[in-house]
């Protein structure tokens, strides 16, 4: 397994082998001794192409994200949302798909999104913490103080996810002033 660091503190890609042969591939997906956090709680999301979800985060519960694509490829977003980070407001963006064999490992503290860019993207989260619908809270896609640059026209938002706040918004929500990251 290779680390690469990101200009993001503690933001970081996961670069790991394959094992080919005539029988098809091995892969580790995930080291405890790469990465020391605790993950307790793993989920899957389906979706088309040109879905978008998020940005999303939990702010009473935080939840460090270890995000590897199964099927197919997206354009993930990260936005850091920690007050006293040098990149506080600033995201990150990376193409990521099934044969690239990465992982993106998201701190607590980022808010997280992303786009299918393929019909029939799985994604595979381990997160430290569980969800939590009542800390849960997002950042509209198309915010334009962000400006993200996103590599579709017409997107699919969900209904949660187009009632979403702008970033200036979100900065005033009193959970995000009780933000302690």
Same mark, same amino acid.
């Given at each position: ?7 993001? !503190? ?17 892969? !580790?997906?995930? /080291? ?25 985060? /939990?702010?009473?519960?935080? /939840? ?71 800390? !849960? ?31 200036? !918004? ?12």
């Amino acid at each position: 397994m290779r680390i690469i660091k990101t200009k993001f !503190e503690g933001l970081l890609i996961i670069k790991r082998p394959s094992h080919k042969d005539n029988r098809g591939f091995f892969r !580790e997906l995930f /080291q405890q001794k790469f990465l020391k956090k605790k993950f307790i709680f793993d989920y899957l999301s389906s979706s088309k192409k040109n879905v978008i979800r998020g940005i999303h985060i /939990q702010l009473k519960k935080p /939840q460090a994200k270890l995000i590897t694509v199964f099927s197919g490829r997206i354009f993930d977003v990260v936005l850091d949302c920690r007050k006293k980070s040098k990149t506080f407001g600033k995201y990150f963006t990376i193409d990521m798909s099934f044969k690239d064999n990465i992982s993106l490992y998201i701190p607590e503290g980022f808010a997280h999104g992303f786009c299918s860019l393929s019909d029939n993207t799985i994604l595979h989260y381990k997160c430290t913490n569980y969800r939590d619908k009542k800390s !849960e809270t997002g950042i509209i896609w198309n915010d334009n103080y962000l400006s993200i640059n996103w590599p579709i026209k017409r997107p699919v938002i969900s209904f949660k996810d187009k009632k979403n706040f702008k970033f200036i !918004e979100f900065l005033k929500n009193k959970n995000f002033k009780k933000f302690n990251l």
